[in-house]
């Protein structure tokens, strides 16, 4: 399977996107169709040169000024534009995004009566169900977005002179959980709009992930910047058909808590949202007795988890590993049926699939066959062993 990465250097727009995706390989003559099909608009693709970089441009025609519609007026046009189900679906939840940013900044909670404004035009509607459509039809198994430049300074718009990124923008970046960085180039170079579709399909990655290009795309901004104005979007062969996924790695020593406090500990940080909880035997200078905490954490929990430890612990620092991705298998939870001692017992076991859903590992859920056992008077071991061999002619 193939995957998406885009690296915004120089900002996304709505319209960066959709050319970008084009310049990957989607349909231009398919999307224009149903960009033309959706909205009242014309659109016009075209190769440009961006500061040496060869790039494709996308312009969508506005016949006629519009007037501010509101998000339910925007949804009925999503909804009457006959898209396919996963076209629909991305331009709703992406056009939500917005709605649910501008509602957080205004302090409007009734989205039924919000206004748009330059994101409720008809340009807006062509890129996000452009842009829904091409990047479905790259058909991707997976979408990353590296840290974007969001540019500087101040915009002016309908609502006044505003800050970059702008409210609404930093919102969606901050719900989306995307990675941003300032530019030194004094303009706004993520759209509301880019910002939301970025949101909608990427997942958020320092770096590109580990893997062969087997294609490279741009798509062109309006402006002339000081650098290339453009998106680059690239398609990876990825290594190992490995799931790549985001963490950090807390650490601490702890040389005097007793082994009641830290076996409660354990629970309370699996149960705040830890991934994993690993409380290893040390020996620190003078010879004392100690452990060293160590948790693996999603980046957005790793503060609340490092304060629960120096506070049940007394600890004065928690350090954060550098290293923050790892490779792993897609897993998901299912129920099987296992006959043991003329009895039938039900049981969870956890299926592991590459990307490609080749079968990795299957793995019953101790819970579950500690129970079994006690029921049936089977040995845990022999049990987690049955089931397991159920679940791999099932699942296999």
């Given at each position: 399977m193939k995957t998406l990465v885009f690296n915004p250097f120089s900002g996304a727009a709505g319209d960066m996107i959709l050319a970008c995706a084009l310049d990957l390989g989607a349909d231009r003559k398919e999307v224009k169709e149903l960009v033309e099909a959706s909205a009242p608009v014309s659109m016009d693709i075209r190769e440009v040169m961006k500061k040496g970089i060869r790039?494709?441009?996308?312009?969508?025609?506005?016949?006629?000024?519009?007037?501010?519609?509101?998000?339910?007026e925007i949804v009925d046009l999503v909804k009457a534009a006959k898209l396919s189900h996963k076209v629909e679906a991305s331009a709703l939840n992406i056009f939500l995004k917005m709605a649910e940013a501008e509602a957080a900044v205004h302090g409007q909670p009734d989205l039924e009566k919000l206004h748009?404004?330059?994101?409720?035009?008809?340009?807006?509607?062509?890129?996000?169900?452009?842009?829904?459509a091409a990047i479905h039809?790259?058909?991707?198994?997976?979408?990353?977005?590296?840290?974007?430049?969001?540019?500087?300074?101040t915009i002016e718009c309908a609502h006044g002179t505003l800050p970059v990124p702008a409210p609404a923008t930093l919102e969606i970046l901050r719900r989306g959980k995307l990675y941003f960085r300032g530019g030194n180039v004094n303009k706004e170079l993520l759209t509301p709009t880019g910002a939301a579709i970025l949101s909608h399909f990427?997942?958020?990655?320092?770096?590109?992930?580990?893997?062969?290009?087997i294609a490279v795309g741009y798509g062109a901004g309006d402006a002339e910047l000081p650098g290339p104005n453009v998106l680059q979007g690239v398609l990876l062969e990825p290594d190992?058909?490995?799931?790549?996924?985001?963490?950090?790695?807390?650490?601490?020593?702890?040389?005097?808590?007793?082994?009641?406090?830290?076996?409660?500990?354990?629970?309370?940080?699996?149960?705040?949202g830890a991934r994993d909880v690993a409380i290893i035997p040390a020996t620190m200078k003078k010879?004392?007795?100690?452990?060293?905490?160590?948790?693996?954490?999603?980046?957005?929990?790793?503060?609340?988890?490092?304060?629960?430890?120096?506070?049940?612990?007394?600890?004065?620092?928690?350090?954060?590993?550098p290293a923050r991705h790892r490779l792993m298998a897609a897993r998901n939870i299912e129920r099987i049926k296992v006959e043991l001692e003329g009895q039938e017992f039900e049981t969870a076991v956890k299926i592991a699939r590459d990307s490609e859903g080749v079968l990795l590992n299957i793995s019953a859920e101790f819970e579950d066959c500690k129970m079994i056992a006690k029921l049936s008077g089977v040995p845990v071991r022999e049990v987690m062993r049955r089931a397991e061999e159920v679940a791999r002619k099932l699942f296999s």
């Open positions: 790039a494709l441009d996308v312009r969508i025609n506005v016949p006629e000024k519009e007037h501010a519609r509101t998000y339910p748009f404004h330059e994101v409720g035009q008809n340009d807006a509607l062509a890129d996000v169900i452009g842009s829904s039809s790259l058909n991707c198994s997976s979408v990353y977005c590296t840290p974007i430049n969001v540019g500087s300074g990427a997942k958020p990655v320092e770096a590109f992930p580990q893997g062969r290009a190992a058909h490995l799931i790549q996924d985001i963490i950090e790695v807390l650490e601490t020593n702890a040389d005097d808590v007793s082994g009641e406090v830290l076996g409660n500990l354990f629970e309370e940080l699996l149960s705040m010879g004392r007795p100690a452990h060293i905490i160590k948790v693996i954490a999603k980046p957005e929990d790793s503060a609340k988890l490092a304060r629960k430890i120096i506070i049940e612990t007394g600890s004065l620092g928690v350090r954060v590993m």
